[in-house]
């Protein structure tokens, strides 16, 4: 299985942290947060991953490189100008390849064991129908409304029931994208709104830790966390 971290977006919200240092390699408990996204795919067994890069992106690269510190292989696809997150997608399509692909949101931290999607992983290599399968988390008090509802292993649009959070970790099919031209800007949610009316997207709930890190106050929140409850040295 193929991954990619969404790592081009300017971090409007984190400046003036992000005015010259781009948002993933900004640090919460000694490591950059993209780090920390890179140790927990490769504890899951991913082995290849793309990361897409825009504001900042040659510092990215630069502190990665091809990835072997971690046993990975990292790739890059750059934007230039960010294209959004189906944007970004998009264009990075043919490197992905034409199964299913993991997709991580590179400013959130979440404890949730990626090697636990293998069997979504695998239900959608046998139902090629299926256009994605997302983790939601609990609501935090900046999306109190929720994005989607899970009703029965499906999801469907925010309605008049309790809705929850979308976590930024989902697999896709590459179908799910085949609409967009490369290299235009697009939204994911118009995306999935429009898959799930078919009931086409799959999902579960993570009851564990998750943060959105939007902000210089959420930042060093999870600097605290980690603090308290990780080494340095890795994913314990």
Not at 49 to 55: D, G, M, Q, T
Not at 155 to 183: E, N, W
Not at 189 to 195: G, H, K, T
Not at 216 to 223: G, M, T, V, Y
Request: glycine share 10%.
């Amino acid at each position: 299985m193929k991954a990619m971290i969404l790592a081009a977006g300017r971090g409007e919200r984190m400046r003036p942290l992000t005015d010259r240092t781009p948002k993933p390699l900004l640090e919460a408990g000694g490591k950059a947060l993209i780090v920390w996204q890179l140790e927990r795919l490769a504890q899951a067994g991913v082995r290849h991953i793309l990361v897409n890069l825009a504001h900042l992106g040659d510092q990215i690269e630069r502190a990665l490189g091809d990835g072997g510190r971690w046993g990975l292989s990292i790739g890059y696809s750059h934007e230039g100008q960010a294209l959004e997150s189906a944007g970004g997608i998009a264009l990075a399509l043919s490197r992905l390849g034409s199964e299913p692909f993991l997709v991580v949101n590179g400013d959130v931290f979440c404890d949730f064991d990626l090697a636990t999607l293998r069997p979504a992983y695998e239900r959608l290599l046998r139902q090629p129908a299926l256009m994605a399968h997302l983790v939601l988390v609990d609501n935090p008090e900046h999306n109190p409304q929720g994005d989607f509802v899970l009703d029965d292993g499906f999801l469907r649009p925010r309605d008049d029931a309790a809705a929850l959070t979308f976590s930024g970790i989902g697999l896709y099919q590459p179908a799910l994208f085949a609409s967009i031209v490369p290299g235009t800007k697009a939204k994911l949610a118009p995306l999935l709104r429009e898959a799930m009316v078919d009931r086409r997207v799959t999902g579960e709930h993570h009851h564990g830790y998750w943060l959105d890190v939007g902000t210089p106050e959420r930042l060093a929140l999870l600097d605290d966390h980690l603090r308290a409850n990780h080494s340095n040295r890795g994913i314990e």
